[in-house]
């Protein structure tokens, strides 16, 4: 299998994501693999081949609006598998949105700043805030379509 084909998990990142960050619980990890599956799926719809081609053609700053842009689709896609899967099989158990709006937060640039005790600089974010991320995983969560996720589209992240 071509490695453009594969996921790549660090799943260290498991314990300081529930330890450090305060994000735990299966669903929160299931919110970390399935955000990575979706860079799958935008590689296969050819969205990451466009927006990384664009990305080596801009500035920096512009570079890394595009990355948010990337990683907040991932962020709607993920939303759509879970409502997918509680359609399907009716897994989903109380707590388990929580947990995943709790994951997004923890894991938005600003918040990760902040939390370093660093100045909160946007034009450095690659991942979209902690709103952005929860937004996006919602409006993917609530609509179940794949149109709904066109962030390069949308005015407002």
């Known amino acids: 299998m071509p490695s453009r084909e594969k996921v790549v998990l660090d799943t260290a990142f498991f314990t300081p994501l529930e330890r450090q960050m305060g994000a735990g619980g299966d669903f929160a990890a299931a919110y970390v693999v399935v955000h990575e599956i979706a860079h799958h799926v935008q590689n296969e719809l ?29 962020d709607c896609y993920l939303g759509i598998w879970a409502r997918a899967v509680q359609a399907k099989f009716g897994t989903l158990e109380r707590g388990d949105i929580a947990e995943a709006m709790n994951a997004a937060k923890q894991i938005g640039d600003d918040t990760l700043q902040r939390n370093a005790g660093r100045t909160v600089q946007p034009h450095t974010f690659t991942h979209g805030t902690s709103a952005q991320r929860q937004r996006w995983f919602a409006r993917g969560f609530e609509s179940g379509q794949l149109e709904s996720c066109d962030t390069f589209s949308a005015r407002q992240l």
């Open 46 to 74: 050819g969205i990451l081949g466009q927006a990384n081609l664009i990305r080596t053609k801009v500035s920096q700053a512009e570079s890394n609006g595009i990355s948010v842009r990337i990683e907040l689709q991932a």
